[in-house]
């Protein structure tokens, strides 16, 4: 599969739909996500160096919502521990063919199981490590809470969860600096004032963006010990949270 340039909303649209991963976005989607998230090139890094460092034998490693793989592979590359298995999940099914489809091609190392399915349905067992980058934003707000709980319940003993979400901000200057900034980047990246307000259009009431200590506070209710930022470009952040 061929990744193309993303100009779904290049031009005007007479109605614009509620945002979802379908056939259209997934064909664009390496694009898309590298010109939309700033410093998702270095989170995806970053994941495979803390899979590298965390990934313990005979355990399992979890990529949910993991789109066309991107975390997975990167986590792939890097693990040195005996026996393990990465578990890849999404409820998109042209990302979930689409990231079969790469899989094809590629050398098999560490074993992956791609599956087609939502996150809040699977089991969660014997994981070292798991990666949510950019997912939980979609679960609805009132099922987040059971399911974190459930991330930290079949997390091992030291075990870690790479939490990566699009933020807002309690403080409503602040707000308004961070979306005017990241409307500033994706400029930046090639989009135009259409494209950036007609997404943004889409993604209402589909992503929705909690505070860094809304999130805290569930992981810590979750019962994680610790929960903190470690890379934050404007309102994009990625947390680790430790058991
Ligand atoms: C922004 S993308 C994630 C990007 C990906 N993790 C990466 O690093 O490239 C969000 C993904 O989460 C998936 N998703 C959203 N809600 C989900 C759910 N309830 N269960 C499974 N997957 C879900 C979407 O289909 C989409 O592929
Ligand atoms: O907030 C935006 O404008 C985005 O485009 C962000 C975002 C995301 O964070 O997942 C939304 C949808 C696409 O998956 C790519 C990026």
């Known amino acids: 599969m061929t990744s193309l340039k993303d100009s779904i909303y290049a031009d005007p649209l007479g109605e614009i739909n509620a945002f979802t991963f379908d056939e259209t ?38 990529d949910l919502g ?17 026996n393990c298995r990465i578990i890849a999940v999404d409820n998109s099914q042209s990302m979930v063919s689409g990231f079969k489809d790469k899989l094809q091609g590629l050398p098999v190392s560490i074993p992956i199981d791609v599956q087609f399915a939502d996150i809040r349905d699977i089991s969660i067992e014997n994981a070292s490590v ?74 209402e009431n589909v992503l929705i963006p909690e505070t860094l200590n809304q999130h805290q506070q569930r992981l810590h209710n979750a019962g994680f010990s610790s929960a903190e930022i470690w890379f934050q470009y404007f309102n994009f952040a990625s947390i680790i949270a430790l058991k």
């Open 130 to 203: 798991i990666v949510l980058n950019f997912t939980l934003q979609f679960v609805p707000i009132e099922d987040r809470q059971s399911f974190i709980r459930k991330v930290y319940q079949g997390l091992l003993p030291n075990g870690i969860l790479i939490l990566s979400e699009k933020l807002k901000s309690a403080d409503e200057r602040q707000n308004t600096l961070q979306t005017d900034m990241h409307h500033l980047f994706k400029k930046a990246k090639g989009y135009s004032d259409l494209e950036i307000s007609q997404k943004r259009t889409a993604l």
């Open 25 to 62: 976005v997934v064909s664009v989607f390496p694009d898309m996500i590298q010109r939309s998230v700033p410093g998702y090139n270095a989170i995806i890094t970053a994941i495979g160096l803390l899979a590298k460092r965390y990934a313990q034998p005979n355990s399992f490693c979890y």
């Open 66 to 82: 993991c789109s066309l793989g991107a975390a997975t592979l990167a986590m792939r590359d890097q693990i040195e521990a005996e």
